[in-house]
């Protein structure tokens, strides 16, 4: 595939703003619309390649990274499908080819979105309706041994959820989030996400609380549908620095992952489960191990090495970025930081930039044993950002040192004026949304 014209940004960004006007809200959840929708587009959701649909709260991303590397590491082709996006729209469409695929360029995607576009012909649909919409038309056109779909929200009435016979649901790590859409308990939400699991289709679930754990066994036993549970079905854990996974069929003992957390051994883990049951699938153990050991997700516990931003900070210092922004994404990367803290030791400071409709209590408070220093920033460019005192005042309750500043450029040249006997170890985190402009203004977006 050629690369992306630069010419056709300003049109793709003026069509998303276009088709931001067919709906009073961006999110509004419903399939009603996206039935409509695909009806007259000839129901390309019925001619892709064979669907493996993810949902789960935390870790959908990087279990999808996993599946794409072990799988394009077997030689297959592998159309996928992700959101948010961190820098360009692209980034949510990767095409299968041999030897692994690419984002689509921008003209097709361009071409996609406005044949969408016109066959709606102005009738009510959200943004994330559409794009969807083009996420199919690009993948049944598109030949392919396997399409990794990632839900956007939520599962019963996501749009992603209209694949009637995938060949496997998974179902990454359940937590609190996003409660004004999906509920305000756990067993809520996981009835909201089970709610993809099909009639006699594999379900692949992740370790889960046990009100969630409940929900996923009583609809996986409503739809008939095999149920592969971690910690009953299959097991991964870390000997000696290594993955071992270990189900019925035996025991692979693996590199670690690339991506950087213990958590990433779990992710891996559900990716590795899924692909073991499903049966149109004979994959060697080279193939777990190739990607498992070069599978790639920004912005998850990323380390920047080089970049503009990385020489605004302290001569020195480690600069990580991570989207994590509820409670229980704020737990593994600050369990991360207590691993890296183990090996080498450095102070941390936290930057944080929040969403408005995020608990920014529960989040901080997984950093309170680690630092006394946040400074809290805006997310640029985003209408519903959490301001920079209200999240200042959830750090100080917590008993946090905290300072606010205008960006995250400004916080680093703030921290390169102090004196430290170490140099720090600084922490960017909050929001996916925060992290896309991070890395647009290091000059290392995703590619």
């Known amino acids: 595939m050629s ?8 049109s793709l960004e003026a069509l998303i703003a276009r088709l931001s006007k067919l709906h009073p809200k961006s999110i509004d959840l419903g399939l009603d619309r996206m039935h409509a929708l695909l009806a007259r587009l000839d129901h390309p959701e019925r001619k892709l390649p064979p669907v493996i649909h993810v949902a789960g709260t935390n870790g959908k991303g990087s279990t999808i990274a996993f599946l794409r590397a072990i799988l394009e590491a077997a030689g297959l082709r592998v159309h996928v499908f992700t959101s948010p996006h961190l820098v360009r729209l692209n980034e949510c469409y990767r095409l299968g080819a041999v030897g692994g695929g690419k984002l689509v360029g921008d003209d097709e995607l361009l071409a996609a979105l406005e044949h969408c576009e016109r066959v709606n012909a102005g009738d009510p649909a959200t943004v994330f309706e559409i794009e969807t919409a083009a996420a199919f038309c690009l993948f049944a056109a598109h030949p392919a041994d396997v399409v990794l779909l990632e839900v956007g929200l939520g599962g019963r009435l996501d749009s992603t959820n ?5 060949l496997a ?17 756990l067993t809520s939400i996981a009835s909201e996400k089970a709610a993809i699991i099909r009639r006699k289709v594999p379900v692949i679930a992740a370790e889960q609380a046990p009100e969630a754990m409940a929900v996923i066994e009583t609809q996986a036993g409503r739809m008939r549908a095999p149920l592969h549970a971690a910690g009953q079905q299959w097991h991964v854990g870390v000997e ?17 992952p690339k991506l950087f957390g213990r958590h990433q051994f779990d992710n891996a883990g559900l990716a590795i489960a899924t692909l073991r049951a499903i049966d149109a699938f004979k994959l060697n153990i080279a193939a777990f191990e190739a990607g498992i050991v070069n599978a790639e997700w920004p912005a998850r516990m990323q380390r920047l090495t080089s970049g ?7 001569q020195g210092s480690e600069l990580w970025l991570d989207g994590g922004h509820n409670a229980e994404g704020g737990r593994v990367v600050a369990a991360t930081l207590g691993d890296l803290e183990e090996r080498v030791s450095r102070p941390l400071v936290v930057v944080a930039g929040m969403m408005g409709n995020k608990d920014a209590n529960a989040f901080l408070a997984n950093f309170a044993g680690l630092t006394r220093h946040i400074i809290a920033v805006p997310v640029p460019g985003r209408a519903g950002g959490m301001p920079p005192d209200r999240l200042a005042d959830a750090a ?22 102090l ?12 929001s996916l949304y925060l992290a896309g402009p991070v890395l647009a203004a290091n000059g290392t977006p995703p590619a």
Request: zero cysteines.
């Open 3 to 10: 690369a992306p014209a630069a010419s056709s940004q300003p």
């Open 162 to 166: 209209v694949v009637e016979t995938p």
């Open 169 to 185: 649901s998974v179902i990454a790590p359940i937590s609190m989030d996003h409660t004004e859409f999906l509920g305000d308990n």
């Open 240 to 256: 000696r620095g290594r993955l071992v996974y270990q189900d019925d069929r035996g025991l692979l003992d693996l590199a670690a």
């Open 308 to 314: 503009a931003l990385v020489s605004r900070g302290p």
């Open 396 to 417: 100080r309750a917590l008993g946090m040192r905290v300072e606010t500043a205008a960006s995250v450029e400004a916080a680093l040249q703030r921290l390169a004026t």
């Open 419 to 430: 004196a430290y006997e170490v140099p720090p170890r600084i922490l960017i985190t909050g």
